[in-house]
């Protein structure tokens, strides 16, 4: 099988979690594209949805599913979107499709988070993935001397704005072994936005895509 075929086995077995009458929300990426074309498959059974990127509301749209502003929608019952990498907690690292600040909101708002990703996502130590970070533009500089300081390699995304107008550096080098400790550092930082740490409100749910099928965690 596949890494795309995990993704989308994984995807498929997220259906399950959709409610007849629910709004439900909807992450970025490939694996979150899977997901969306799952979902048209039982679009009438669902209110709205709400997009966590530009492209993914374009994705939903083009499949006649209705897309909903947060505000308008209010809380949500279910997000479902990929990640990058995993641990056994559940803590994730987003962001490497640029829409972390959206996706960390939608899912906030969500009473469930539920994770779908091919098997290889989950690691032992999160940090093999350069970890993002969204940056009012200003503070790029100033926020590349405090990620040295905290033992990370700074690499700003050449050419990349993100939905907000604000700048990603993705931060190489690090080894998270204390992910809710480490997201709340980077939040503290003056022009930070968002880090693609998701600790504090980790998945509630893993579906992991495996050759053998979708497995939860
Ligand atoms: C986008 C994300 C994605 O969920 C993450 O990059 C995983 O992408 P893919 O499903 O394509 O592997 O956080 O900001």
Redesign the pocket.
């Given at each position: 099988m596949t890494q795309d075929e995990m993704?989308a086995a994984a995807a498929a077995a997220a259906i399950e979690y959709v409610e007849v009458g629910m709004i439900v929300g909807i992450?970025?990426?490939?694996?979150?594209?899977h997901f969306i074309d799952q979902l048209a498959k039982i679009k009438h059974k669902i209110d709205a949805t709400v997009a966590s990127?530009v492209a993914s509301e374009e994705r939903l749209k083009g499949h006649g599913i209705t897309v909903l502003d947060l505000n308008t929608a209010g809380a949500l019952s279910l997000y479902v979107?990929?990640?990058?990498e995993s641990n056994k907690s559940l803590h994730l690292i987003?962001?490497?499709?640029?829409?972390?600040t959206r996706?960390k909101i939608v899912a906030a708002a969500s009473e469930k988070f539920v994770c779908i990703?091919?098997e290889s996502?989950l690691v032992d130590v999160m940090g093999s993935f350069p970890l993002?970070v969204e940056v009012i533009p200003m503070a790029q500089s100033y926020i590349g001397r405090e990620i040295v300081k905290m033992g990370g390699t700074p690499v700003l995304r050449e050419g990349f704005i993100t939905d907000n107008g604000n700048v990603i550096i993705d931060v190489h080098n690090l080894s998270i072994t204390d992910a809710v400790k480490m997201e709340a550092d980077f939040n503290r930082l003056a022009g930070v936005v968002t880090v693609?740490l998701f600790a504090e409100r980790p998945a509630d749910v893993l579906i992991l895509g495996t050759p053998n099928g979708a497995v939860t965690v």
């Amino acid at each position: 099988m596949t890494q795309d075929e995990m993704k989308a086995a994984a995807a498929a077995a997220a259906i399950e979690y959709v409610e007849v009458g629910m709004i439900v929300g909807i992450g970025t990426g490939s694996t979150a594209n899977h997901f969306i074309d799952q979902l048209a498959k039982i679009k009438h059974k669902i209110d709205a949805t709400v997009a966590s990127s530009v492209a993914s509301e374009e994705r939903l749209k083009g499949h006649g599913i209705t897309v909903l502003d947060l505000n308008t929608a209010g809380a949500l019952s279910l997000y479902v979107d990929g990640a990058d990498e995993s641990n056994k907690s559940l803590h994730l690292i987003k962001g490497g499709g640029g829409a972390l600040t959206r996706e960390k909101i939608v899912a906030a708002a969500s009473e469930k988070f539920v994770c779908i990703a091919d098997e290889s996502k989950l690691v032992d130590v999160m940090g093999s993935f350069p970890l993002p970070v969204e940056v009012i533009p200003m503070a790029q500089s100033y926020i590349g001397r405090e990620i040295v300081k905290m033992g990370g390699t700074p690499v700003l995304r050449e050419g990349f704005i993100t939905d907000n107008g604000n700048v990603i550096i993705d931060v190489h080098n690090l080894s998270i072994t204390d992910a809710v400790k480490m997201e709340a550092d980077f939040n503290r930082l003056a022009g930070v936005v968002t880090v693609g740490l998701f600790a504090e409100r980790p998945a509630d749910v893993l579906i992991l895509g495996t050759p053998n099928g979708a497995v939860t965690v």
